[in-house]
């Protein structure tokens, strides 16, 4: 790999990193001393605590005004390119994520709300979705430059009373000070095809403990797979789905255990279940047959669900359902 000169000498030289990371970091304080940037950042709390986002002004206009978003992103990235200038190797303390034809930079953050610049840029190939994903995350946005189009969707239907979700697809197009809103769980977006470079400024709220994320088919409301929306669970899920990937018979007592105990969440109990009946079916149709039989556990119908399809499609796993795991 070519390490370029002066990123290895940087590399090398502590004192020139400390100096990078504290003008970095006086370039943002700088920016967040701004009075209209620490009432954003106040009103971005309130909404963290539960405030109606109609009554925060100053978080409000971001997403309703193109003129006051632009001006707001323009003197953000004029205080930080200011800095870069002067230290062309200097590194944003900002979160920030990226992906093939996508970046987003986490601009404030407090509690379950956050502020994010969104970057979309145009895909060699461009595939119309089949599913729609909800999550529980309300979220406001408004296009500050560029063009693109896709798709907005409305679930008329909630899919968690076990009926198939009704999903309204809209062709939808983005073009500067375009401003979009999403209920939690009620509607979602998709960008297909990128014309010109897409920015987006987005807010969004998620609750401390999110309902589980559903992703619907579009052309008949199904129940693709449902994520939970609370990210020690999405851990716990990992956890097992690795220990079940070692197929080690060790693993599936402590994961029949994990799979039986209801103050853990659902769906990384549920991962549990396919994990053993993954290593040892016989002990997998036992732990249904223990769940099933569990009135108030809320893996008692999916468990009866997936007892009947396993004993339709292998009934010498009948002997098995009614013996303890």
Known sequence: MH????????????ASQLRSQAAMKAALDKWFGREDVAEVQRELSRFADGAAFADLPSLAALCRDHGAASDWIERFCGTLIHALRGDTLGEVPLRHSSNAGFARLQLMKSGGATLSLCSYEPAEETVVPETAFFADCETH?????????????????DCDAGHPATVDAQPYVWNAGDRMTLRARANARHIVAVERSLLL??????????????EIRV???????????????????MALSVLGALDDA????PMVQFARDAGHDANARWEAVRQVL????????KLLGELSARSR???????MQLQTQ??????????????PA
């Open 3 to 14: 390490v370029h000169p002066d990123i290895k000498m940087l590399r090398s030289d502590l």
């Open 141 to 157: 946005e408004i296009c500050i430059a560029g063009k693109a189009n896709g798709y907005f969707y409305t679930r008329e239907l």
């Open 201 to 214: 400024l987005q807010i969004s709220r998620s609750p401390p403990h999110p309902l589980p994320s559903h």
């Open 219 to 237: 052309s008949d409301g199904a129940l693709a797979s449902q994520v939970s929306g609370d990210k020690r669970a999405s851990e716990l899920v």
């Open 250 to 253: 060790r693993a599936i007592g």
């Open 278 to 285: 993954a290593i040892d079916s016989v002990r997998g149709m």
């Open 297 to 303: 556990d809320i893996l008692m119908q999916p468990a």
């Open 310 to 323: 396993l004993l339709a499609a292998e009934p010498a796993l009948r002997t098995f359902k009614n013996e």
